[in-house]
């Protein structure tokens, strides 16, 4: 009755999988790209901020998919840029990390930036009056206990970040939403059956990911 799950029919677990490595590259790239950001947000350089503010502003402010067919029509087809990858699915694969990871950074940069503004002032005056630089400040002192602050909020954009992954089908990435897509085209008898199969597929990706970082929001959280 359900031939279309069989493995050689479909490859679900193949579809997730891919899934699931957009999310970890991208969520990697992510707090990297925005850790430099929320450093340049507030740097003293008004140059740093200015571009800072309206990277975020512009980003934060285009949907997703506009950003994810730009990479691949604009970088790839019209600029010619080449990224890791010999085969066309190689490439948008990590093009579309490129998107994400333009995209989600916003949103981090955002929480880390509230996370600061939980320090202390203090804090900060004191380690100035020691001698320590902007960096060495931020690095040291400010940024560890900004992340100790927002755990939960970066899990949501972690989790925001897992079900946006989605999008990359746009440009021909197969993970769950492209092969769900051809699914419902070829199993239109099933169509309800394949709905809550992706939906519990992504239930067992997201729940345990609040979860965990849920729990390690309160074993890290910072006592005042």
Do not use: H
């Not at 206990?145 to 021909?172: E, H």
Request: with cysteine; hydrophobic share 55%; glycine share 8%.
């Amino acid at each position: 009755m359900f031939d279309f799950l069989d493995p050689q029919e479909y490859d679900l677990l193949g579809a997730f999988w891919v899934t699931v490595q957009l999310t970890v590259y991208s969520a990697i790239g992510s707090l990297i790209w925005g850790t430099i950001l929320v450093g340049m947000r507030v740097s003293p350089v008004p140059m740093m901020r200015g571009f800072a503010s309206a990277y975020i502003t512009l980003v934060r402010n285009t949907p997703l998919t506009v950003i994810i067919v730009a990479c691949s029509l604009v970088l790839k087809d019209t600029l010619g840029f080449t990224i890791a990858g010999e085969t066309v699915e190689d490439q948008n694969f990590w093009l579309a990390i490129l998107g994400f990871v333009a995209y989600t950074s916003t949103f981090v940069c955002e929480s880390l930036r509230a996370g600061i503004n939980t320090v202390p002032v203090g804090q900060a005056e004191a380690a100035r009056a020691l001698g320590l630089g902007f960096n060495q400040v931020l690095g040291i002192v400010v940024l560890p206990q900004a992340f100790r602050s927002v755990v939960a909020p970066l899990s949501s954009v972690l989790i925001a970040l897992t079900k946006n992954t989605t999008v990359a089908s746009a440009i021909g990435v197969a993970e769950a939403a492209w092969l769900m897509k051809e699914m419902t085209e070829n199993e239109s008898d099933a169509i309800l059956l394949v709905f809550a199969i992706f939906a519990l597929g992504f239930v067992v990706l997201t729940l345990p990911t609040g979860l965990l970082l849920g729990w390690v929001s309160r074993k890290v959280a910072v006592k005042r």
